[in-house]
């Protein structure tokens, strides 16, 4: 017998409760619906079945978040039931009930994926406790899932910010890169985040413990690159007092990065595809072979493709690393991610100094306004400029540099004359006549933002008068 009052007096709901449904499997008639009695009145949504394969069929037609399961069940037995539904539904939360005679076959249904499990008789308020814990573990479940999709659509993929459908595209590339062994090839103008990228391809896949190197091949002389991808020997150059391992067999097992592999030199190329498809180096000086297990991921911005039909970039290497290829879209093809990636940026820095700062809507629409060339980095490089210059703790227009809130490309292109040269008399103009509308027509600040005394500002305007 069960300990479960016949009549249910009535408990306090159970925060979060009325969202989560219950189904209770049990041949016991009376203690379906004594518990299905308890359950509603704390707030859940109860159904009952009295054998596994009542509940089997109910599971398939209806939503279901915890289950609360006879371990003796006619016809297929409890730990059978509780596989099957595991398999099934396998975030459904579990609880088994069973007699004191059979505690150890609730140890087993524990180890089976069970979430907890419940000794008869209980009472009303065992019951009652067992769901409300039940139900704060589901509610925190789902708060964690709420706040992990929170931060992924506002970081996006790793540390990449943006939400923009070109950035979608790329994280669903970068998930299914990051699997694979295949070399990878990452396109993109400077300051887009191409070793950003990298690193998510390499810590989203199963070598994320192994180590990732970065290498700038723009940044050496080739006599140190290549010793630095390949080490060297006692002697081998001079200089050379110690032997030296390479990059790609320190990295074994992991990932080395070679950014901006566009730079490298022609003979530097044949070694590193000799590298790549025999899976093995040979140090500068040394006439030994050492096997390397290592992930290539490489990223340029230039045209490869260009750099193979004007004979500067191997043909055979281009292929060789152009297996996987992502492009990541310029900061100007993507503006929508601006406002995102301002509010991360001054988050970071505001940890970084202490200081919270946030952004005028005018100072933003400029941002939104620029084409950005140098793209994340350059607006990272921007913001950092004018928190430094900034007294106060919101950003303003007269804290951006001159070049982000000069005039407009298609502003200064009003008055254009046909053959496309603009005289410098006229973009004075159309800068000067930016700035102040800028800063509402703030004179002094605009004489100063644009490095002009107020006098020579003042004649200015008082011409631009007189020609209209």
Request: net charge neutral; with cysteine; aromatic share 4%.
């Amino acid at each position: 017998m069960l300990a479960i009052e016949a009549v249910v007096i009535p408990a306090p709901q159970i925060e979060g409760a009325n969202f989560l449904n219950l189904l209770i499997v049990d041949d016991d008639r009376a203690v379906r619906e004594a518990c299905r009695a308890v359950a509603q009145s704390l707030g859940f949504s109860a159904q009952v079945a009295e054998s596994a394969e009542q509940a089997y069929r109910m599971l398939d037609n209806q939503g279901t978040d915890v289950i609360l399961l006879d371990l003796k069940l006619p016809g297929a037995g409890g730990l059978e039931a509780l596989h099957t539904i595991k398999e099934h539904r396998p975030d459904a939360l579990v609880v088994v009930v069973t007699g004191y005679g059979t505690v150890q076959s609730a140890v087993q249904a524990m180890k089976d994926g069970a979430y907890d499990y419940v000794t008869k008789p209980f009472s009303m308020e065992e019951l009652r406790l067992l769901l409300e814990r039940v139900a704060g573990h589901l509610r925190l479940k789902t708060e964690n899932r709420v706040l992990r999709e929170t931060i992924k659509s506002r970081q996006g993929f790793g540390n990449i910010i943006g939400r923009a459908p070109e950035m979608e595209k790329l994280y669903r590339i970068i998930a299914k890169a990051g699997q694979s062994t295949h070399p990878v090839l990452i396109l993109g103008e400077s300051g887009t985040g191409k070793e950003l990228v990298a690193k998510a391809i390499h810590f989203n896949g199963p070598h994320r413990t192994k180590p990732f190197i970065p290498v700038d091949c723009g940044s050496l002389v080739p006599t140190l690159i290549e010793s630095e991808l390949f080490g060297h020997v006692r002697g081998a150059f001079t200089g050379a007092t110690h032997p030296k391992d390479g990059l790609l067999a320190i990295a074994e097992g992991g990932t080395v990065f070679l950014d901006e592999i566009g730079e490298l030199s022609v003979d530097l190329q044949a070694k590193l595809l000799r590298a790549i498809q025999e899976k093995e180096i040979r140090p500068v000086g040394s006439v030994r072979r050492i096997p390397i297990n290592v992930r290539i991921l490489a990223a340029t911005n230039r045209d490869l493709e260009q750099g193979v039909a004007q004979g500067t970039f191997r043909r055979d290497l281009y292929f060789r690393l152009n297996v996987l290829t992502l492009r990541i879209p310029p900061l100007r093809e993507r503006r929508q991610d601006i406002p995102l990636l301002v509010a991360h940026v001054l988050e970071r820095l505001g940890r970084d100094t202490g200081t919270e700062r946030t952004i005028s809507d005018e100072a933003l629409k400029i941002l939104l306004n620029y084409d950005w060339p140098g793209n994340v980095r350059e607006l990272e490089n921007c913001l950092e400029r004018a928190c430094a210059l900034s007294s106060a703790d919101e950003i303003q227009v007269r804290d951006l540099p001159t070049r982000v809130y000069s005039a407009p490309a298609e502003l200064i292109g009003l008055n254009q004359p046909s053959n496309g040269i603009v005289p410098i008399a006229e973009l004075e103009k159309q800068t000067i006549l930016n700035a102040l509308a800028q800063v509402n027509g703030d004179k002094m600040l605009a004489a100063r933002l644009l490095g002009i005394g107020k006098t020579t500002l003042y004649r200015k305007l008082k011409e631009y008068a007189s020609q209209n």
